[in-house]
């Protein structure tokens, strides 16, 4: 947007504005969406992988074993496919509890990118390639909630 200004009639002064400095930052419905929008898609990751570890945490031995069986074509070592396994319900619940509140938002996001980066690097191992595609869906996910951790909102932090 271009504003003119005059001083007088002989000397006009163009300013340049951009659309969106119009609104005022409290009444900034771009903005308030933005927030909501970030707010929903964190819960909802949060929600997601808080569910995937509490199911799993119930049946914990089963889980790690089913872990096991699928990974037995994979060069992966057999101890640490079974580590891995005991140990991502406790990853996916907690992850999932911190993004769901709010607290160390940054910390959550980043903990859960780099756990979908693992979870591909293994189904890559399998040839699992539709769990990858799901995988990376997920990490496209989490790119937004990184990259956008200035529009945290509704939390008990503010990254």
């Keep these: 947007m271009i504003e003119k200004h005059s001083k007088s009639e002989s000397q006009q002064i163009y300013i340049f504005q951009h659309p969106a400095s119009r609104f005022h930052p409290k009444k900034n ?54 580590l891995f396994s005991v140990t991502l319900p406790f990853l996916e619940f907690t992850i999932g509890l911190l993004l769901i509140i709010g607290f160390k938002t940054r910390i959550a996001a980043m903990a859960g990118a780099s756990l979908i980066i693992l979870l591909l ?39």
């Design 121 to 159: 690097f293994g189904s890559s191992t399998v040839e699992n390639w539709e769990a990858m595609g799901i995988q990376m869906i997920y990490a496209g996910l989490f790119y937004i909630l990184i990259s956008r951790i200035e529009d945290n909102y509704l939390a008990l932090d503010r990254k």
């Design 29 to 82: 419905t771009f903005m308030n969406n933005t927030k909501t929008a970030y707010f929903f898609l964190r819960v909802s990751m949060g929600i997601n992988l808080l569910g995937h570890g509490l199911v799993r945490l119930v049946k914990l031995q089963d889980f790690a074993s089913g872990m096991m069986k699928g990974f037995e074509t994979s060069w992966l070592p057999q101890p640490l496919v079974h």
